[in-house]
């Protein structure tokens, strides 16, 4: 009998230290955490921010053919459809009344482009992210969050 309670105890042993090593390991963790957190000031809010649903809206525009800037050579167009993606749903209507600048703006900016501008690797690209901060220079406020679906 006393060979069996040694045995029982020496089982017992090791579960123990692999809880304990469990449990200094967590400690380690949440405290490696924390100290990112102190160091960097993040706040959890902010990082919950991050995972939140936002809802987007998209507004489609009107097909566009424009030419492109070619200095004399022969004359080359480009035929694009945009949409405009935003995430406030009040600011449909500020999109809907201003359809007509916003169309300006999209062909001023398009014509500003040679062929090779837009071929090359990131060339449509840049173009969406000008075209958005045209727009929302012209609303005066950051409404459009991306063009979408440009497709040349």
Not at 72 to 95: F, Q, R, W
């Amino acid at each position: 009998m006393a060979q069996e309670e040694k045995q029982k105890k020496e089982k017992k042993k090791p579960n123990v230290l692999v809880i304990i090593i469990v449990i200094m390991s967590f400690i380690i963790m949440v405290g490696s955490v924390a100290m990112v957190f102190i160091a960097t000031d993040i706040k959890i809010s902010d990082i919950m921010a991050k995972f939140q649903k936002h809802e987007e809206f998209v507004m489609p525009m009107d097909s566009y053919v424009v030419n492109l800037r070619t200095e004399g050579k022969k004359t080359t167009y480009l035929k694009a459809n945009i949409s405009l993606l935003y995430t406030n749903e009040d600011h449909a209507a500020v999109l809907t009344n201003k359809t007509s600048q916003l169309r300006d703006v999209i062909i001023h900016d398009l014509m500003e482009y040679t062929p090779e501008d837009l071929l090359k690797e990131g060339g449509l690209a840049g173009a969406k992210v000008k075209i958005k901060a045209s727009i929302n220079a012209a609303l005066g406020e950051d409404v459009v969050a991306e063009i979408g679906r440009a497709h040349v």
